[in-house]
């Protein structure tokens, strides 16, 4: 066996290492492959991403600003149909948790009547506006418009 002097390792010095886990390439036959990345190609999937999420996030947004709105508008309402009431004719005390019918009267008053549309029959002396119901807070919930 010739001396350790005398072998001349046929691979040249550049082309190994001490450290494979670092090379940016398989070292060996069992490795796993290595592949370039697209780095385009994955700020893209990764923008994609981004885009999904947030227009996801900004549709549930709208919907709560959508709710919101109607509930304000369901406020109003009740705001406007509330003083209607207090301001039209009643010969009666409302009971909480009693429907009631609003109509206006020809000189251009309102009444509250137990009286619904369909028991005046065709031959109502009155445009009927609203069915209420008393609620427990002394504001009135609307339970059909005309």
């Given at each position: 066996?010739?001396e350790?002097?005398?072998?001349q390792?046929?691979?040249?010095?550049e082309?190994i290492?001490?450290m494979?886990?670092?090379?940016?390439?398989a070292?060996?036959?069992?490795s796993?492959?290595?592949?370039?990345?697209?780095q385009?190609?994955?700020?893209?999937?990764?923008?994609?991403?981004?885009?999904?999420?947030?227009?996801?996030?900004?549709?549930?947004?709208k919907?709560?600003v959508?709710?919101?709105?109607?509930?304000a508008?369901?406020?109003?309402?009740r705001?406007?149909?509330?003083?209607?009431?207090?301001?039209?004719?009643?010969?009666f005390?409302p009971?909480i948790s009693?429907?009631?019918?609003?109509?206006a009267?020809?000189?251009g008053?309102?009444l509250?009547?137990?009286?619904?549309?369909?028991?005046?029959?065709?031959?109502?002396?009155?445009r009927?506006?609203?069915?209420?119901k008393?609620?427990a807070?002394?504001?009135?919930?609307i339970?059909?418009m005309?």
């Amino acid at each position: 066996m010739p001396e350790d002097k005398d072998f001349q390792n046929p691979i040249s010095r550049e082309k190994i290492t001490d450290m494979p886990s670092l090379l940016p390439y398989a070292h060996a036959v069992g490795s796993a492959i290595i592949r370039p990345m697209d780095q385009g190609r994955t700020r893209g999937e990764a923008m994609q991403a981004m885009y999904e999420q947030t227009d996801t996030q900004l549709t549930q947004i709208k919907r709560q600003v959508e709710l919101l709105i109607t509930q304000a508008q369901e406020i109003h309402d009740r705001i406007r149909i509330s003083e209607s009431i207090y301001l039209a004719e009643c010969r009666f005390r409302p009971n909480i948790s009693q429907r009631y019918h609003l109509y206006a009267k020809p000189d251009g008053g309102k009444l509250l009547s137990l009286i619904s549309p369909e028991e005046w029959g065709p031959r109502s002396p009155f445009r009927f506006e609203a069915t209420v119901k008393l609620l427990a807070d002394h504001t009135w919930e609307i339970i059909s418009m005309a």
